[in-house]
Nanobody, 127 residues
């Protein structure tokens, strides 16, 4: 079992930056692939970024590539999302997700690829 708690959301002007953090419980954090998804009002939950459990490979949605950076600190059981050059269309609730090491195939882009979720943190970008 993994429990995830996000922090760092808030209100920022277009062009600004925010850093989201996700704190995970448990002693085997390094064995979990981690990701950030986001969900705007009335929209589906969409993939934003992921980081593998093994070699730290990163994956990004085209809409955030070059602006967002995902990273993890296995010693502190945290995963972060640095968001730069924010746009109003980045406004959403951002969710941290963890993929169990029991999964053998590293599929990272779909919500159903993940087993544990945080409660979400609101990010609002004003124009």
């Amino acid at each position: 079992q993994v429990q995830l708690v996000e922090s760092g959301g808030g209100l920022v002007r277009s062009g600004g930056s925010l850093r989201l953090s996700c704190a995970a419980s448990g002693r085997t954090f390094s064995g979990y692939a981690m990701a950030w998804f986001r969900q705007a009002p009335g929209k589906e939950r969409n993939f934003a970024a992921a980081i593998s459990r093994s070699d730290g490979s990163t994956y990004y949605a085209d809409s955030v590539k070059g602006r967002f950076t995902i990273s993890r600190d296995n010693a502190k059981n945290t995963v972060s999302l640095q968001m730069n050059s924010l746009k109003p269309e980045d406004t959403a609730v951002y969710y941290c997700a963890a993929q169990s090491p029991r999964r053998t195939a590293l599929n990272v882009y779909r919500p159903r690829d993940y087993d544990y979720w945080g409660q979400g943190t609101q990010v609002t970008v004003s124009s």
